[in-house]
């Protein structure tokens, strides 16, 4: 492991780890498998920190069509990058080993049981999931909002560390048809992701930005003599998104809501249609492609960019935020 963050402290880390695993690997005859495995790291610092993280996955073959599936594991981190978040978006981060500190040790527990069919061209493979993590962190300014003296932008540089947890659980759907010249796949997600901190809106839970409720993809293409067409639609749920607008400075975080700062950005729609053309000659195949980008064309944006300015009595500042709007979550 190593770490050179360019910071005020030009941090300079260099940890050596070993991790030996052993794993024991059982089947018979293509209809079983089972696997268990334990990873283990031992870190030869000044206070040496160990961990085990066990885990396991099972496969059953039913009959010659469908096939179940699961699997657990348990992953610990004591590696732990610490962001120090300035006003105006500016951050400094540095790395830490957690064990043994007031950092703690990041502990994720996932599982999922899944099944899978094929018959005749057609597939579907489907999992539920669900992922527990302990020890996430948040280091934020301790006052929220912006300085509300005018010749100090950067007037508030007071951190609070928040430890909590945080909760992944939801389905995954895929399906896939194939006959001669023609291919679909359907895709459907399902994911609802919460965080909860204990000295945070009184430990309410909060959805995080994996909270992508849901999540469609449907793909289809055909193939006739030199022609190729095909058609991708993706929709997305809208995520939530902190409300910057509603963080004035000098107030409780204690006193918040989570109603009150955080909002839902619109769903996401896209459809592109495309079309090629194969032209064969002496000298090698020539390709003529044509698409069409996002039909729909409405309200269809990759990110959520906010721009805002900050006036002080000799400085302005300018900054930006910017938040994914698309992306399958964790399966």
Excluded: C
């Amino acid at each position: 492991f190593k770490a050179n963050a360019i910071s005020t402290l030009r941090q300079d880390l260099q940890v050596p780890v070993w991790t030996p695993y052993w794993g024991l690997t059982y089947r018979y005859k293509e209809v079983v498998k089972l696997k268990l495995g334990m990873r283990a790291a031992v870190i030869p610092v000044e206070n040496p920190v160990s961990f085990i993280s066990p885990r396991s996955s099972a496969f059953l073959k039913l009959s010659e069509w469908i096939s179940l599936k699961t699997s657990a594991s348990i992953n610990q981190q004591f590696f732990r990058p610490i962001e120090l978040e300035r006003q105006l978006g500016q951050s400094t981060s540095a790395n830490v080993i957690s064990a043994g500190r007031n950092i703690p040790v990041l502990r994720s527990a996932q599982g999922t049981f899944g099944v899978q069919m094929k018959q005749s061209g057609f597939s579907l493979n489907g999992d539920l999931f669900l992922r527990r993590n302990t020890g996430i962190l948040e280091q934020v300014l301790s006052v929220p909002g912006l300085s509300d003296i005018d010749n100090e932008v950067f007037g508030n540089n007071t951190y609070e560390l928040f430890q909590g947890s945080n909760t992944v659980a939801g389905f995954d759907l895929t399906s896939s048809f194939e006959k001669k010249n023609f291919y679909g796949l359907l895709s459907y997600t399902y994911t609802k992701s919460e965080d909860s901190f204990p000295k945070l809106f009184n430990g309410q839970a909060i959805v995080d930005q994996n909270n992508r409720l849901n999540q469609l993809n449907f793909f289809t293409s055909y193939t006739y003599n030199s022609w190729s067409f095909a058609s991708t639609y993706v929709y997305g749920s809208g995520i939530s998104t902190l409300d910057r607008s509603s963080l004035p400075s000098d107030v409780d975080r204690a006193n918040f809501q989570p109603s009150d700062l955080f909002t839902q950005l619109p769903d996401y729609n896209r459809w592109d249609l495309s079309a090629s053309y194969r032209l064969p000659t002496k000298l090698g195949d020539f390709h003529f492609d044509f698409s069409i980008i996002n039909v729909l064309d409405y309200r269809n944006v990759n990110s959520e960019i906010d721009i805002y300015t900050v006036q002080g009595s000799n400085q302005n500042s300018l900054a930006a935020a910017q938040v994914e709007l698309l992306g399958r979550v964790w399966t």
